[in-house]
């Protein structure tokens, strides 16, 4: 894998986690994002964040959620706020260099192997 995440935890509802990507290699060109996935669930987008700061989330984290990169575009973060039970999942972190919509896992060619977040009520 190109991409490492890093910081998911246990939380309860209403707590906050941190979310971090270490890419292996030069991602600057890259738009990325965070994606995640529930047992028995498909996957799904959650944030994105393009080559000049441009981000998008998906309303159910939209107020709750913020994802960011450093300035030298190398490290990729989720900072999560105000967590519900329905967080739960794995949480994954995806780049692509083409156009697409930012929404679909299969525009996207590097994937991280996740990182686990629970929030208990």
């Known amino acids: 894998f190109q991409l490492q995440e890093s910081g998911g935890d246990s939380a309860q509802t209403g707590g906050s986690l941190r979310l971090s990507c270490a890419p292996n290699g030069y991602y600057g060109v890259f738009c990325m994002a965070w994606f995640r996935q529930a047992p028995g669930m498909e996957r799904e987008a959650v944030a994105s964040i393009d080559t000049v700061g441009t981000t998008t989330y998906a309303d159910s984290v939209k107020g709750r959620f913020t994802i960011s990169r450093d300035s030298a575009k190398v490290t990729l973060y989720l900072e999560m706020n105000n967590l519900k039970p329905d967080d739960t999942a794995m949480y994954f972190c995806?780049?692509?260099?083409?156009?697409?919509?930012?929404?679909?896992?299969?525009?996207?060619?590097?994937w991280g192997q996740g990182t686990q977040v629970t929030v208990s009520s």
């Open positions: 995806a780049a692509k260099d083409h156009y697409g919509d930012w929404d679909d896992p299969r525009n996207y060619e590097d």
